[in-house]
């Protein structure tokens, strides 16, 4: 077996470097040693999501933001965050949508955005920092819920 997929080479309890697998516990693939018929269990060998980025997904999710605009947004598949809205059971409020608009920006964008007073004061603006650019998400005053 592949020791890249399993990160063990050998029986824990035999040192028998012939196993299969024996099913999952609690997520965690189970083996049996084939020489001395010991069960044991390796976790899997799986990409982890950092917390901030389901969060904002979700936040996001629940200003309006279609599945592929996160995509886009955060780099992340719009599977993994249509599993996160059913994982964690959020539906949308009922009504009308927010009338969300995104930018992404680099920091000096953004410095001349946030200075002019005529566009923080013609809408409700929220700034995050997504892998080292600036989402901008403008929320339309007249459909926004304060």
């Not at 599945?67 to 809205?85: A, D, K, P, Q």
């Amino acid at each position: 077996m592949s020791t890249a997929y399993l990160m063990i080479d050998k029986c824990p309890k035999c040192a028998g470097e012939t196993f299969s697998k024996a099913g999952l516990i609690a997520d965690k693939q189970r083996f049996k040693c084939k020489d001395c018929g010991y069960h044991f269990t390796v976790g899997k060998d799986g990409k982890s999501i950092d917390p901030q980025i389901v969060k904002r997904a979700l936040q996001l999710y629940l200003e309006g933001m279609s599945y592929r605009e996160i995509e886009t947004v955060l780099g992340v598949s719009h599977v993994s965050v249509m599993n996160w809205v059913k994982k964690h059971n959020i539906t949308r409020p009922e009504g009308e949508p927010a009338g969300t608009k995104h930018q992404l920006l680099p920091h000096e964008k953004l410095v001349e955005l946030i200075t002019d007073e005529e566009f923080l004061n013609a809408s409700n603006v929220l700034i995050s920092n997504v892998n080292g650019r600036y989402m901008v998400l403008t929320f339309n005053p007249a459909t926004a819920n304060v």
